[in-house]
């Protein structure tokens, strides 16, 4: 008997296209350095700060196309994270609210951002991918350690990593896999997405070395 060939989703190729580079980051010594409770208030509070930037754009992009085909199925307005992340900084003391010095990688990040959503919007669905996923995934793990390594009281400051009860967030994660599978079918060629998915890991890659040395 022949077996039917294995169902292959969008959601599965980028991650099989992602793979090693997920292992690479999340082995750079900063990520490793968070992941074991190294890194102290001010550089957490660097981190959101970068990354709240990061989300400003992306969501914004994302909003700008949530009526696009091929787009839209990912715009969940339920994940988007700009605003916890800037009620985290506001918790975290008014200091840290200062405009954060931005790295080049992510100057460079949210010009590529500006860039898809002018250009070519169908490619932002590989940026939603890379970050949404990482945080309803790793993020949880990385919120654990930053409240007992920086002894942060409840969900004071690390909001950002909250998307509600285990099965809230599985649901949100299955809606968001879903979107992707419905958008699978419109790419003939999915090399630029896939491309593009590895590229927003490398650009992780950067910002986190710059972040390291700041
Ligand atoms: C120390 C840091 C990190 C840890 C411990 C971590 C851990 C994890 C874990 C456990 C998963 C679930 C894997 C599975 O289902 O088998 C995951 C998935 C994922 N992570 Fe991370 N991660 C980290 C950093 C990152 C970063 C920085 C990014 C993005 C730049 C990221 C993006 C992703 C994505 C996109 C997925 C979904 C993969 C898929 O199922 O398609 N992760 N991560």
Known sequence: MTLPPAAEGLGSELRAATAAMHRRVERTPYMA?????????????????????????????????????????????????????????????????????????????????KELAATKPALLVAHAYVRYLGDLNGGQALRQVVRRALALQGGMGTQFYDFGEAAARRQLEQRFRDGLEQIGPQ???????????????????????ELASA
């Open 187 to 209: 790419w003939k060629d999915r090399t630029p997405l896939l491309e593009e998915a590895v590229s927003a890991f490398t650009r992780h890659e950067q910002l986190f070395a």
């Open 33 to 113: 350095g968070l992941l074991r409770g190294q890194l102290d208030r001010r550089q957490y509070v660097q981190l959101l700060q970068q990354l709240q930037v990061l989300y400003a754009a992306l969501e914004e992009a994302l909003q700008q196309h949530a009526a696009t085909p091929g787009v839209a199925p990912v715009v969940l307005p339920e994940l988007f994270r700009h605003q916890a992340l800037t009620e985290d900084l506001r918790a975290l003391g008014s200091e840290a609210l200062a405009p954060a010095r931005q790295t080049h990688a992510l100057q460079a990040y949210v010009a590529r951002l």
